[in-house]
């Protein structure tokens, strides 16, 4: 069975960009025991060089304080990479496997430029390095196998121009989750069976126009529209794909892992954000980083004014309309 789990990071904030991320496990269709079982492993401490890798809630794996944090959330990254059979030294290298449709916009904005050439933050090893081969063992240890990891980076001039089309964020966060869902499907034909999970989006309770607009081929099936979780199916020739939205979607472990890449992605493009306005600070000035949030971007806008206009920054592209 294809099982197919998404994510996201950054949809509160009005700047850096909004992040969806998506894996794609093959889970075993005769189950001994319930699904959850087969993502125990990745539950379970593994040591990895100085860190004990869990995939979970990444509020709670992710700390913004420190550099531990971002060593933790590039490992995850790392080990996914090469157990989806690919490996990478720079984020570019990276990006350009797992956002495809965004990397050009992403190396053409000044701030996130960067990233181009950027190292992967990594562990330390204090004895011999532990494979990364030895923890992708024990995480496949109960039958789940990851496939590939796929994302969708929406930068604010990206972001802005899908609003302008008359949409809100939060149809601009389920089209566009639908349609990573919907790449990565297309990418397993002769899967019949097609499990989605996803975290609720910004609240949203009802997502019937939004499926049958992206699965247009397809016969919508409502199974429940709760205020815990909303479920669907949709049956075609092709696939029967019953697809979840859930409060507290990244507390199963595959949407916690594609929680934990939207997550480093995003970290990735606001310390590219940071460290531009920082480089272009006036001597002596200092400029205190932001996460993005609303209140705070206002007060770090008011810090850089002097440099959006020396740089002769296009506010479109920096600042998010919503």
Not at 281 to 308: C, M, Q, W
């Amino acid at each position: 069975m294809l099982l197919i789990a998404v994510d996201e990071a950054g949809y509160g904030p009005k700047l850096g960009p909004l992040v969806i991320a998506a894996t794609a496990w093959k889970v075993p269709d005769d189950l001994d025991g319930v699904l959850s079982d087969c993502f125990e492993p990745l539950r379970t401490a593994n040591k990895y060089g100085n860190l004990n890798l869990v995939i979970d809630d990444s509020k709670k794996v992710f700390q913004s304080k420190g550099s531990r944090s971002m060593q933790t959330l590039a490992a995850i990254a790392r080990i996914c990479s090469i157990w989806c059979g690919h490996n990478f030294d720079t984020v570019g290298q990276w990006l350009r496997e797992i956002a495809a449709d965004d990397y050009q916009n992403i190396v053409q904005t000044d701030w996130l430029a960067p990233l181009e050439n950027q190292t992967i933050h990594e562990p330390s090893f204090s004895c011999d390095p532990t494979p990364a081969t030895d923890v992708i063992t024990k995480w496949r240890s109960k039958g789940s196998v990851l496939h590939s990891v796929k994302a969708r980076i929406l930068t604010a001039s990206t972001f802005n121009r899908e609003i302008q089309k008359g949409q809100n964020k939060s149809d601009l966060l389920s089209d566009s989750s639908l349609q990573l869902i919907a790449s990565a499907i297309a990418q397993y034909p002769n899967e019949k069976e097609v499990d989605v999970y996803c975290d609720r989006h910004g609240g949203r309770r009802y997502y019937g126009a939004a499926l049958q607009h992206q699965f247009a081929g397809s016969l919508l099936r409502v199974i429940s529209e709760t205020k815990q979780e909303s479920q669907y199916e949709l049956a075609s020739g092709l696939h029967t794909i019953r697809i979840r939205f859930t409060v507290k979607g990244d507390s199963f472990t595959p949407v916690a892992l594609s929680s934990l890449h939207a997550k480093y992605l995003r970290e990735l493009c606001m310390g590219s954000l940071n460290d531009y306005f920082k480089e272009h600070a006036n001597p002596g000035t200092s400029i205190k980083p932001t996460a993005g949030y609303p209140v705070d971007a206002e007060r770090f806008l008011h810090d850089v004014a002097d440099i959006i206009k020396r740089q002769n920054i296009d506010r479109n592209a920096l600042v998010r309309s919503r």
